[in-house]
């Protein structure tokens, strides 16, 4: 029996056959890759196929005999669904798309994508993008928020949708692009050095404060000659 994650694959409660999530990037995935994950969940008679809350195609119900040769017939990446690591970004339209659109939140998704997906952390993390107040991707409860407004972009930190839940906070807003990803990977950096093992940024946030966090990041950073 395989360790949940090994090879991609997360047991199932039948505690037989196991669900494989290949990675679609902000949840945007072209016709092809749409029709090889059909034709590959019926190759391999899966259960079923789910459309995930990360905005995955999770193929379910698959024989761990069937699973290497699943992947290789698939040829994408797999999505990181456990771990202590960051799981997922998800992104709305934004103004790609969207009629309510302030900021390009599926662009600025996908960059965030690129550079942190699958990135080992304290604790697991999701990201949330959104392009405007109505938060359609769950800005609230994730572990890092940006939020699009007419200004810029807002940073919002240590939402979790847990047994205990926790929303967000702001810690800076009126952020340009370059602005939101320099800061945020400062945020990053601190998290590594100051959680603990399995603490996620809002558990981190309750037991350092919010105060001293900004304190030690946003007033060094505006300390800094121009």
């Not at 809350?53 to 024989?63: E, F, L, M, Q, W």
């Amino acid at each position: 029996m395989l360790k949940d994650g090994e090879k991609g694959a997360i047991l199932q409660r039948d505690k037989e056959t196991y669900a494989v999530a290949p990675h679609i990037p902000c949840g945007v995935v072209s016709p092809d890759q749409l029709r090889t994950i059909a034709d590959t969940a019926e190759k391999f008679n899966a259960a079923a196929i789910k459309i995930t809350s990360a905005a995955r195609v999770a193929i379910v119900g698959v024989k761990e005999e069937d699973i290497d040769s699943l992947w290789k017939d698939l040829d994408m990446p797999k999505g990181h669904a456990i771990g202590l690591c960051v799981r997922s970004v998800k992104a709305c339209p934004g103004t790609a798309f969207c009629r309510l659109g302030q900021q390009d939140s599926l662009g600025m998704g996908m960059k965030l994508d690129k550079l942190y997906h699958g990135m080992d952390l304290p604790g697991k993390t999701k990201i949330g993008v959104s392009g405007c107040t109505h938060q359609c991707s769950e800005n609230c409860i994730k572990d890092i928020g940006l939020l699009g407004r007419k200004k810029g972009w807002t940073l919002q930190l240590g939402g979790k949708g847990t047994a205990t839940p926790r929303l967000t906070q702001e810690f800076a807003r009126d952020l340009g692009t370059g602005e939101v990803l320099s800061l945020l990977e400062d945020v990053i950096d601190y998290y590594k050095k100051n959680a603990k093992k399995n603490e996620r940024i809002g558990t981190m946030i309750d037991r350092l404060g919010l105060d001293l966090i900004k304190s030690e990041l946003l007033d060094q950073r505006q300390a800094v000659p121009a």
